[in-house]
């Protein structure tokens, strides 16, 4: 059974640092493409980042570029994304995701709330 | 303009069917997509992968009540015989080489 597990949310103040953790179990790991998916309070589903099975190359949302890095550690079978210079909009619930064989998602993590506040 | 319009709201009432769109914009009217649902206070789940001929399969356990169509840039979504659960969100989503999108999502309401 596939299992995506997230954790490393909280409440941090704007323009500090947090770094989300996703544990991966069920399945090959390092076969699979990898993103995070946010949803702010009420909203929908906004894609955030993707970082690629084995050779690393990874993908940004704009409102991830320069502040976001994703990665992965297929030894772990853990997936990451440090987020730097945090804002108020950056207050959402934070998905990890897994990616069906370079094509759309097929399975999701329960989520990881991240609160940007003073 | 976003690659993925839906409908912000839909209903249809308990045992009746219900047909969500997701239009794709152009340039992008061939792509394939996936559904997914999210019920009230939880995590979305896949529901299917539907390709621009109308081919469409299904994630694991998702039961035989959901389908999927197409016809040009749209993507469809039936649900058959409606149940209390199928009360939640849902989106659909595209991706290419470089980025995914997701449609603004529909909120269905089983009356």
Redesign the interface.
């Known amino acids: 059974e596939v299992q995506l597990l997230e954790s490393g949310g909280g409440l941090v103040q704007p323009g500090g640092s947090l770094r989300l953790s996703c544990a991966a179990s069920g399945f090959i790991f390092r076969n699979y493409g990898m993103?995070w998916?946010r949803q702010r309070p009420g909203k929908?589903?906004?894609?955030v980042s993707?970082i690629c099975a084995s050779f690393g190359c990874t993908?940004y949302?704009e409102s991830a570029k320069g502040r976001f890095t994703i990665s992965r550690d297929n030894s772990e079978n853990t997936l990451y994304l440090q987020m730097n210079s945090l804002r108020a909009d950056d207050t959402a619930v934070y998905?990890c995701a897994k990616i069906?064989d370079g094509?759309?998602?097929?399975?999701?993590?329960?989520?990881t709330l991240v609160t940007v506040s003073s | 303009q976003s690659v993925l319009t839906q409908s912000s709201s839909a209903s249809a009432s308990l045992g009746s069917s219900v047909k969500l769109t997701c239009t794709l914009s152009s340039g992008h009217s061939s792509n394939i997509i996936a559904w997914h649902q999210q019920q009230p206070g939880k995590a979305p789940r896949y529901l299917m992968k539907l390709e621009g001929s109308g081919s469409y399969k299904k994630g694991s356990g998702i039961p035989d009540r959901f389908s999927g169509s197409s016809s040009g840039p749209d993507r469809y979504l039936t649900i058959s015989n409606l149940q209390s659960e199928d009360e939640a969100d849902y989106y659909c989503e595209t991706w290419d080489r470089n980025s995914r999108a997701f449609g603004g999502g529909t909120k269905l309401t089983v009356l």
């Open positions: 993103s998916v929908g589903l906004e894609w993707s993908y949302a998905y069906k094509a759309g998602i097929d399975y999701w993590g329960q989520g």
